[in-house]
């Protein structure tokens, strides 16, 4: 079982800075490939970052890419996603998820993982 616990949402203007956190209660943490997702009021949940169990391929969605950057911290049992020069269009709610499909080292693939935080919101004003 596995437990995600996102925080450092918050408000910011255009071009402004936020960095999320998640940690992850569990005790095999290092062989879960991990994702950040974020949902828009009237939208679908959509992929923006993953990173593999390897802890060194990553993969972006293209509205990110460039301005976000996933990244984990095995020894605190954290997963960040550090997210620069912020647009209005980034206003959502975030989650980490962890998944473990036999097979799968990274996704942005919704339905290919098994375990979700509640969420933290991103509010970004032109």
């Known amino acids: 079982q596995v437990q995600l616990v996102e925080s450092g949402g918050g408000s910011v203007q255009a071009g402004g800075s936020l960095r999320l956190s998640c940690a992850v209660y569990s005790d095999t943490y290092s062989s879960y490939y991990m994702g950040w997702f974020r949902q828009a009021p009237g939208k679908e949940r959509e992929g923006v970052a993953t990173l593999a169990t390897s802890g060194i391929t990553s993969y972006y969605a293209e509205s990110v890419k460039g301005r976000f950057t996933i990244s984990k911290d095995n020894a605190m049992n954290t997963l960040y996603l550090q997210m620069n020069s912020l647009k209005p269009e980034d206003t959502a709610m975030y989650y980490c998820?962890?998944?473990?499909?036999?097979?799968?080292?990274?996704?942005?693939?919704?339905?290919?993982?098994?375990?979700w935080g509640q969420g933290t919101q991103v509010t970004v004003s032109s």
């Open positions: 998820a962890a998944g473990n499909l036999y097979g799968v080292r990274w996704t942005l693939v919704r339905s290919q993982y098994n375990y």
